[in-house]
C-alpha cells in the first residue's frame, strides 16, 4: 500500500507564504487524485482543493482561490500545497489525501503543522 | 456547496452499546459518494466507509454505513474501546468537497 510522507512543521511570520510537500512511499500516486486537507487547532476538517497528477488539473475550493496552488510533479507524483498571505487563522494541521481514481481518500499523510506569527 | 450537518455533536456510551451516527446533507449527493472517517487525538483521519455503504480494507464489520440521497448513517454495532473518537462524513461527489463538524463518541 502506498502512503504519504509529508515535510516537517513550519513556522511562518503574517503575510508569508508556505509550501507543503506530500512524497509518495512504497508506490506512485499516478492513479491517484491528491487532495489537502487542514484541520485548525481543536476544529473540524476543511477540504482546501486537489490534483490528478497524471493530468495536472487542479480543482480548489472558493475559499482559498487566489492564495492556494496545488501542484504535482509528474515524474515523482510528488505533490504540493504553496499557501500564500499566510494568516494567523492559517495556523493548523495541513494534511495530504490520496483517493485512488479520485474516489474516497484511502490513503493520507501524517500532517504537516503550520504556525503562522508574528 | 454541499453543507453536512452531523448529530449528535457528543456521544457518551459505554463498551459494548450500539452507536449511530447521523450525516444529512443540504443536497442530494451524487452517486452516494459519502464516506465516514475515524479520527483519534494526534492522528491522521481513518477512512472507515467509502460509497455510503462500503468497508474500507481492513474495517472491522462492527462498521456499517447505509443511506443514500440527503441521510446517511454510520453504525458501530458493539463499541470497542479503541472505537472512542470522532467520526466525520465527506461528500466528494461534488466540489468544493465538504466535511461534516463531526461528531465525537466518548466514554459514558
Known amino acids: 500500500q502506498v502512503q504519504l510522507v509529508q515535510s516537517g512543521a513550519e513556522v511562518k511570520k503574517p503575510g508569508s507564504s508556505v509550501k507543503v510537500s506530500c512524497k509518495p512511499s512504497?508506490?506512485?500516486?499516478?492513479?491517484?487524485?491528491i487532495s489537502w486537507v487542514r484541520q485548525a487547532p481543536g476544529q473540524g476538517l476543511e477540504w482546501m482543493g486537489a490534483?490528478?497528477?497524471?493530468?495536472?488539473?487542479?480543482n480548489y475550493a472558493q475559499k482559498f482561490q487566489g492564495r492556494v496552488t496545488i501542484t504535482a510533479d509528474e515524474s515523482t507524483t510528488t505533490g504540493y500545497m504553496e499557501l500564500s498571505s499566510l494568516r494567523s487563522d492559517d495556523t493548523a494541521v495541513y494534511y495530504c489525501?490520496?483517493?485512488w481514481g479520485g474516489g474516497a481518500f484511502d490513503i493520507w499523510g501524517q500532517g504537516t503543522m503550520v504556525t503562522v506569527s508574528a | 456547496e454541499i453543507v453536512l450537518t452531523q448529530s449528535p455533536g457528543t456521544l457518551s456510551l459505554s463498551p459494548g452499546e450500539r452507536a449511530t451516527l447521523s450525516c444529512r446533507a443540504s443536497?442530494?449527493?451524487?452517486?452516494?459518494?459519502l464516506a465516514w472517517f475515524q479520527q483519534k487525538p494526534g492522528q491522521a483521519p481513518r477512512l472507515l466507509i467509502y460509497g455510503a455503504s462500503s468497508r474500507a480494507t481492513g474495517i472491522p464489520d462492527r462498521f456499517s454505513g447505509s443511506g443514500s440521497g440527503t441521510d446517511f448513517t454510520l453504525t458501530i454495532s458493539r463499541l470497542e474501546p479503541e472505537d472512542f473518537a470522532v467520526y466525520y462524513c465527506?461528500?466528494?461527489?461534488?466540489?468544493?468537497?465538504?466535511f461534516g463538524q463531526g461528531t465525537k463518541v466518548e466514554i459514558k
Open positions: 489525501a490520496g483517493g
Open positions: 443536497q442530494s449527493v451524487t452517486s452516494s459518494y
Open positions: 465527506q461528500q466528494y461527489g461534488r466540489s468544493p468537497q465538504t
Open positions: 512504497g508506490g506512485t500516486l499516478s492513479s491517484y487524485a
Open positions: 490534483i490528478i497528477p497524471i493530468f495536472g488539473t487542479e
